[in-house]
Nanobody, 126 residues
Framework: QVQLVESGGGSVQAGGSLRLSCAASGYTYSSYCMGWFRQAPGKEREGVAAIDSDGRFSYADSVKGRFTITKDNAKNTLYLLMNSLKPEDTAMYYC????????????????????WGQGTQVTVSS
C-alpha cells in the first residue's frame, strides 16, 4: 500500500525558508514520478514542482528560482526547499506519486497522479 506523509510545514515571515519532506513507503520509490502541489483557501490546486525517475524536473513559473525539488532514493523521501517565501505561497502543500508519469513537457497535471499525501500547511506572513 502506497503511503505518502508530508512534514516540514509551518509559519514563516516573508523572505524566509522552509524545507518540506514527503516520506514514501509501500512501493519502489525510485521508479516513481513525484510531485508537489499546493492549494490555498478558495483557490484551485496548482502544481508546484515535479521530478521523475530519470531525474527530469519541472517547476511552476511562480516558484522558479526560489523552490528546489530533490529526492533521496536511499531514504525514500522527496523534498521541497522553499526560499524567498512570499505571502502568496501560503497554502496546504501536498506530495503526489505515480509509477507511470514522466516529466516531458512541463508539470504533470494533478489528475495524472494516483497517490497523494495528507498535506502540510505553509503560512507566510508579510
Amino acid at each position: 500500500q502506497v503511503q505518502l506523509v508530508e512534514s516540514g510545514g509551518g509559519s514563516v515571515q516573508a523572505g524566509g525558508s522552509l524545507r518540506l519532506s514527503c516520506a514514501a513507503s509501500g512501493y519502489t520509490y525510485s521508479s516513481y514520478c513525484m510531485g508537489w502541489f499546493r492549494q490555498a483557501p478558495g483557490k484551485e490546486r496548482e502544481g508546484v514542482a515535479a521530478i521523475d525517475s530519470d531525474g527530469r524536473f519541472s517547476y511552476a513559473d511562480s516558484v522558479k528560482g526560489r523552490f528546489t525539488i530533490t529526492k533521496d532514493n536511499a531514504k525514500n523521501t522527496l523534498y521541497l526547499l522553499m526560499n524567498s517565501l512570499k505571502p502568496e505561497d501560503t497554502a496546504m502543500y501536498y506530495c503526489a506519486a505515480d509509477p507511470f508519469l514522466r516529466v516531458v513537457t512541463g508539470l504533470p497535471h494533478g489528475d495524472e497522479y494516483n497517490y497523494w499525501g495528507q498535506g502540510t500547511q505553509v503560512t507566510v506572513s508579510s
